[in-house]
């Protein structure tokens, strides 16, 4: 019985389904037409119109800077990694310590939003590349992952989108990432598994080699059977 009930919460749940086969986050063209204060002005009202709609009280103090509030969340903190103009810098050098081997930046707190609810993704970024010539600051990693985290995202989108912007910055294939995260959609709704964690996983060039993919996860403490 328990187990045709989680059956019959899983299928009333495929719709959750976190896939997107898609690596570009889905923009509008014309999504950055009108500036982040016109932004901020819209969602307001928008956000004023579901509390209202829930029969919220919006002249109470405790409410009354809410939809504001969230207005400027979204536009300049949470989903600020949609507009191009906040893409950090990713300042490259010659790496001349000629050091050849993998370089692995592990526990990178991630926090981003899952698109189908709005909800928090929050976890860790491990990421790794091995250099051909060139390095990279080893905050920038941190704030590659963290621009593309602040978008309405799915899992697998931002793990492929970050090993992309590095391997455009450092110039090689190369490059790596595994992100374990707990999404709130899932923890808090819906199936309500709180336990439960996703792991996403992106090997660029030669990190789909066996030893090269063994000793990224060596360091991660995670075994190669992804
Ligand atoms: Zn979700």
New binding site residues.
């Given amino acids: 019985m328990r187990f045709n009930q989680f059956l019959k919460e899983t299928l009333d749940h495929r719709d959750?389904d976190?896939f997107s086969a898609n690596m570009n986050t889905p923009l509008r063209e014309n999504a950055f037409d009108i500036s982040d204060n016109e932004k901020i002005k819209l969602i307001e009202k928008d956000v004023t119109n579901i509390l209202d709609t829930l029969g919220m009280d919006l002249t109470d103090d405790s409410l009354k800077g809410t939809p504001k509030r969230v207005a400027k969340m979204f536009v300049n903190e949470i989903f600020s990694g949609l507009n191009p103009k906040n893409m950090p810098n990713p300042s490259t050098f010659e790496n001349k310590y000629k050091y050849n081997e993998m370089l692995v930046e592990k526990n990178i707190t991630l926090y981003s939003s899952?698109?189908?609810?709005l909800?928090p993704i929050v976890g860790r970024a491990h990421v790794a590349y091995i250099s051909n010539g060139t390095v990279i600051g080893l905050s920038k990693m941190n704030r590659i992952v963290d621009y593309y985290a602040k978008r309405p995202q799915v899992q697998e989108r931002l793990t492929i989108q970050v090993v992309k912007a590095l391997q455009d910055a450092l110039n090689t294939d190369d490059v790596a990432c595994v992100i374990d995260a707990k999404?709130l959609?899932?923890n808090m709704r819906g199936i309500r598994d709180i336990e439960s964690s996703t792991v996403t996983a992106e090997f660029g060039g030669t990190f789909k080699k066996p030893d090269v993919k063994k000793e990224f996860l060596g360091y991660l403490n995670l075994d190669a059977t992804f």
Wanted: proline share 0%; hydrophobic share 20%; with cysteine.
């Fill in positions: 959750d976190h899952c698109e189908h609810h909800l999404h959609c899932v």
